[in-house]
C-alpha cells in the first residue's frame, strides 16, 4: 500500500500571478483618501475648536475617558529638559571623559547622557 495521497489536482498551482504582476497592477491611485475619513471630515467641518472644548470641559468635570483622551491626543509628550552647567574637569577625549566619570561617580553624580530626537 502506498503511503502518500493520491494527487487528484490536474496542475499544481504554484503563484497566482507573475512576479510584479498583481490583480490590480496599477494599484490604489497615490493620493487617494478613505472615504469614510472624507465623510467624517466632512460631518466636523469647522467644528474641531467646539470639540476640543467640549472635551476639555468633560475633562475639568471629571471625565475619565474625556481626560484620557486629552492626555493623549491633545498634549505633547514630555521630553526631558535641557540642562547646562559648568564642570570642573575638562572633557576632551573618551579618556577625559572616562577620568570624569570615576571622579563623579562616587559624588553619586551620573553623567550619562541620552540621546534626543533632535540630535538624531
Known amino acids: 500500500m502506498d503511503d502518500q495521497a493520491e494527487n487528484t489536482a490536474a ?17 490604489r491611485p497615490k493620493g487617494s483618501r478613505n472615504q469614510a475619513t472624507m465623510i467624517a471630515e466632512a460631518l466636523l467641518d469647522g467644528e474641531d475648536e467646539a470639540i476640543t472644548r467640549r472635551l476639555v470641559d468633560k475633562a475639568l468635570e ?6 484620557a483622551l486629552c492626555f493623549d491626543r491633545l498634549l505633547a509628550p514630555k521630553r526631558e529638559r535641557g540642562m547646562s552647567f559648568e564642570l570642573p574637569i575638562k572633557i576632551e577625549t573618551a579618556a577625559d571623559a572616562a577620568r570624569a566619570h570615576h571622579w563623579y561617580r562616587p559624588r553619586g553624580i551620573s553623567l550619562r547622557v541620552k540621546p534626543q530626537k533632535s540630535w538624531l
Open 11 to 27: 496542475k499544481q498551482r504554484g503563484r497566482p500571478f507573475e512576479p510584479g504582476q498583481s490583480g490590480n497592477p496599477k494599484g
Open 62 to 67: 471629571g471625565d475619565t475617558a474625556a481626560f
